[in-house]
């Protein structure tokens, strides 16, 4: 007995590889699936470390604008999150260290980095603060500037 003209035999081998591929492809979901609840897990716990870390945190994209700071960056500096997110980070400088930050920001993500560097900073009221920066550049899969 055929169908279509080919043999039941190659027609039951045809449908067991049928079912095995789709028993891998179901695997492959579920660990997908596995894969996706773990990062998700994962980024959690580092926002709640940023979030909950004693330092200053903040995140800048390519252009130095702020994409992200913690509560200890805003309750340091007095400002309420709305103030500063998409703000560019020297606008949060003195005067006097908006240039250094103009010329170095760029030199830091080529860099990849920079251990420490001293800034003024003005807080909400006005006042300055000292503060010692130290930083790492995100990059992705294929080397970018990652934000």
Known sequence: MSHQGK???????ELETLRRKVSELEESRASLETT????RESEERFVLLCENASLCYQRLDEGGNLLDVNQVW???????????IGKWYGDFLAV?????FRITFPKFIAAGGILKAEL???RKDGS?????????VGRDERGRFKE
């Open 36 to 39: 996706k609840r773990l990062l």
């Open 7 to 13: 043999p039941e035999e190659e027609l039951i081998h």
């Open 74 to 84: 805003l309750s340091t500096l007095g400002y309420d999150r709305k103030e500063v």
């Open 128 to 136: 300055q603060m000292v503060v010692a920066l130290a930083g790492k």
């Open 120 to 122: 003024v900073m003005i």
């Open 96 to 100: 006097s260290f908006q240039d250094f």
